[in-house]
């Protein structure tokens, strides 16, 4: 799959094709449903199939100093597009200047001339254009205009309502990954390289992996039964720390991951980091000593969860 990123031109064997589009962090079931209808509709014509998305979300540009929230980079959406069957992803840098466009304008330059759409897919709730302006509506008649089609799919429904990547932030953050999962498809992953620490762990026995968090949403701190997957592809079992680890001085936020039966040197790569279930909260503890047992508890109860998950 081509990922054009930067403002670049679109490759030519992409032009003419069916766009989803929207922002797709997290890319869960609502998302996949829209980038899915694009997907066989551009099947069914033989056009190319694209996913049209913004960096940096444009909450970060209109409130820079909102806390992360971020449920994927930009790298796992590239993935994931391609492993849904699309032959393109465009990344659209979201500035002051894309801001100010209007309605009719982000068309134009966009849809129309940088990408040669045949047709557009969105949800109901997409807005584009300078404050928001254009509605899927509009959407529809600018295409018209324009020469290509819009079409709108449904929002995607459980029972506690519409999948949202607003409802996914806020089970992570209340420490129920599971129920995040099941409205991702998948568990929630968080990449990152692996840096070298203060190797507590490894003084206890537990040598970790550790990785800073960047601009994902911070889940619920604690101790987290993990599968981790290797710049290999091997998946191994692991449990995290995620947190400022309570015990230690000056408090650090990170993701601390023991990789269960596995020895290796993992510094400077890539590790992806999926969180299976939620252990217990962060705590300080009276020592090392309890330090290390709890750590072995924590491990036998990630042990007893990831195995039949």
């Known amino acids: 799959m081509a990922l054009v990123t930067g403002g670049a031109p679109l490759p030519l064997s992409l032009r003419g094709g ?61 993935w994931w597009f391609a492993d849904f069957g699309m032959d393109g992803a465009v990344i659209i840098p979201f500035d002051r200047s894309l801001a100010a466009l209007s309605a009719e304008d982000f068309v134009t330059e966009w849809l129309v001339t940088r990408l040669g759409v045949a047709g557009v897919v969105t949800g109901g709730d997409f807005t584009f254009g300078k404050g928001r302006s254009g509605s ?29 990547s607003t409802r996914v932030r806020a089970l992570l953050r209340d420490g129920r990954p599971g129920m995040a999962a099941e409205m991702l498809t998948r568990p929630f992953t968080i990449t990152g390289t692996v840096e070298h620490g203060a190797k507590l762990g490894r003084t206890l026995g537990f040598p970790t992996a550790n990785m800073r968090l960047g601009d994902y949403v911070r889940p619920a701190y604690g101790v987290y039964a993990v599968r981790v997957r290797l710049p290999s592809g091997e998946r191994v079992d692991g449990v995290a720390n995620l947190g400022i680890r309570p015990m230690i001085e000056p408090p650090e936020e990170l993701l601390e991951t023991w990789l269960m039966d596995w ?3 993992l510094y400077g790569q890539e590790l992806a980091v999926e969180l299976i279930a939620y252990l217990r909260p962060e705590m300080k503890l009276d020592g090392l000593d309890a330090l ?9 109860a990630a042990r007893a969860l990831l195995k039949g998950a």
């Open 18 to 78: 069916i766009v989803a589009l929207g922002n797709f962090d997290g890319f869960h079931a609502g998302h996949q449903a829209v980038v899915g209808t694009a997907r066989d509709w551009a099947l069914r014509l033989g056009r190319p199939a694209l996913v049209a998305s913004f960096d940096p979300h444009p909450a970060r540009l209109f409130q820079p100093d909102v806390p992360p929230f971020a449920l994927s980079t930009i790298n796992q959406r590239a």
């Open 136 to 164: 899927v509506t509009d959407l529809e008649r600018l295409g018209l205009a324009q020469g290509f089609a819009a079409r709108v799919v449904e929002p995607v429904t459980d029972s506690g309502g519409t999948i949202s």
């Open 263 to 265: 020895e290796g040197d």
């Open 292 to 300: 290390k047992a709890q750590i072995a508890a924590d491990a036998d």
